[in-house]
């Protein structure tokens, strides 16, 4: 039997996990992507390996018991370990994305929100696709209808009701911006939200670009909000001191990427807090 448990990642800087970086002529550097929604998502075995390396860095901890070891030269076996952690992918909760004239709002999906359901256990009913809260600040059109304008045209919001239920721990974000638009919609919508960068690698001796040497990158954009579950074979798995630890994930950390805000929940979590309240009180007592 497994122990539950589940993580949210906000971006604080744009994030890139896909294609590494090269110098190939024509190389977008693509971000890894949900085959259903075609939105951007971290691949477990990406949030494994930072979790473990920066567990590794601590001497008191044993990176090898809750991640497994490597294979160990001379035995048969091999000497592999399972690993007591395991991470699914980080799935998009919500994204922000630019409205001209307008505030920025977050959309997501109803497939998405499913996904979160299932991992977070809340009990709200997912809402209907152009679902909006009642405070959004779009614009009226008359007849108690309010409409967005994005860059690709406009969106009418069809059912208002409190989405503050579906703000995941830790996540900053306000009720007022966040929308919930059609499946078949949120795939344009994410690739217009995107943050995107060209490059050129420079020759070693002067200010000069090398031919053939343009090339872009994209990357989820500051302020995304991810989900990801955690499951745990034994207790006592406690990756760092609070339940909220700033991480870098993806590549090019060295140019400004990666920096995330990570935010353990679920109900692993939570009991853990209130056994260290209890202790704390009986110790003060």
């Known amino acids: 039997m497994y122990h539950k448990a589940y993580a949210i990642i906000e971006t604080l800087a744009p994030l890139h996990v896909g294609a590494s970086a ?22 477990g075995s990406s949030i494994r390996g930072r979790f473990r390396a920066d567990m590794r860095a601590q001497p008191d901890l044993d990176e090898a018991n809750w991640y497994g070891h490597e294979a160990v030269s001379g ?13 699914e992918y980080a799935s998009l909760v919500w994204l922000p994305v630019f409205c001209p004239g307008q505030p920025v709002v977050w959309v997501t999906c109803p497939r998405l929100l499913k996904r979160y359901k299932q ?15 009642p405070s959004l600040r ?23 009701v409190d989405l503050s239920p579906w703000i995941p721990t830790g996540a900053d974000l306000s009720a007022e911006n966040l929308v919930v638009v059609a499946d078949n919609d949120i795939s344009m919508l994410h690739d217009m939200a995107l943050y995107r960068q ?11 670009a090398k031919q053939g040497a343009f090339f872009d990158v994209e990357a989820l954009p500051e302020g ?8 745990l074979k034994e ?20 140019i400004g990427f990666g920096r995330c805000r990570v935010t353990l929940a679920g109900e692993y979590f939570t009991k853990k807090a209130e056994q260290a309240d209890r202790a704390e009180k009986e110790v003060a007592a």
């Open 22 to 43: 090269g110098e190939e002529t024509g190389n977008l550097n693509l971000i890894f992507r949900d085959q259903f929604t075609q939105t951007g998502m971290v691949p």
């Open 75 to 87: 035995q048969t076996d091999g000497g592999t370990t399972e690993a007591k952690v395991k991470f």
């Open 119 to 133: 991992i977070s256990k809340i009990e709200a009913e997912v809402p209907d696709p152009y679902t909006a809260s």
């Open 138 to 160: 779009g614009r009226n059109v008359g007849n108690n209808q309010t409409v967005l304008f994005f860059n690709l045209g406009f969106l009418e919001i069809e059912h208002k």
């Open 198 to 208: 060209s490059r050129v690698s420079l020759e070693a001796n002067q200010k000069k």
């Open 224 to 231: 995304s909000v991810l989900v990801f579950p955690i499951a």
């Open 235 to 254: 207790k006592g798995w406690q990756p760092f001191e609070t339940l909220t630890e700033e991480l870098y994930f993806g590549g090019l950390e060295s």
